[in-house]
């Protein structure tokens, strides 16, 4: 079964730094797309960040020169590096993957919390 794995929420205060890491994990055969979503209290789930297979990246306006997404095909993971971070920058952080696997598609980790303090 597959499974996305994430860790490395918590609280930080404004300008802080905190880096989130996504690790896949079952019988996968290969992982195309991986990616950042947040969501905020009362918001809609927006995408944060995305990164190719081959390393292309795209970013919300929100944290461009702020976050850098990176992956480790390897080792079928993800990786957010978020810094200067922002109060508004708080919610739950969901990780995603396209995975190409017995059952493929797009699975989810559980989410993380990141918490900004002003």
């Known amino acids: 079964q597959v499974q996305l794995a994430e860790s490395g929420g918590g609280l930080v205060q404004t300008g802080g730094s905190l880096r989130l890491d996504c690790a896949a994990s079952?019988?996968?055969?290969?992982?195309?797309?991986m990616g950042w979503y947040r969501q905020a209290p009362g918001n809609a789930r927006e995408l944060v960040a995305i990164?190719?297979?081959?390393?292309?990246?795209n970013y919300a306006d929100s944290v461009k020169g702020r976050f850098t997404i990176s992956r480790d095909n390897a080792k079928n993971t993800v990786y957010l590096q978020m810094n200067n971070l922002k109060p508004e920058d708080t919610a739950v952080y969901y990780c995603?993957?396209?995975?190409?696997?017995?059952?493929?598609?797009?699975?989810w980790g559980q989410g993380t919390q990141v918490t900004v303090s002003s």
């Open positions: 995603y993957a396209y995975i190409m696997a017995k059952e493929s598609g797009t699975y």
């Open positions: 079952g019988n996968i055969f290969t992982i195309n797309d």
């Open positions: 990164i190719s297979r081959g390393g292309n990246t």
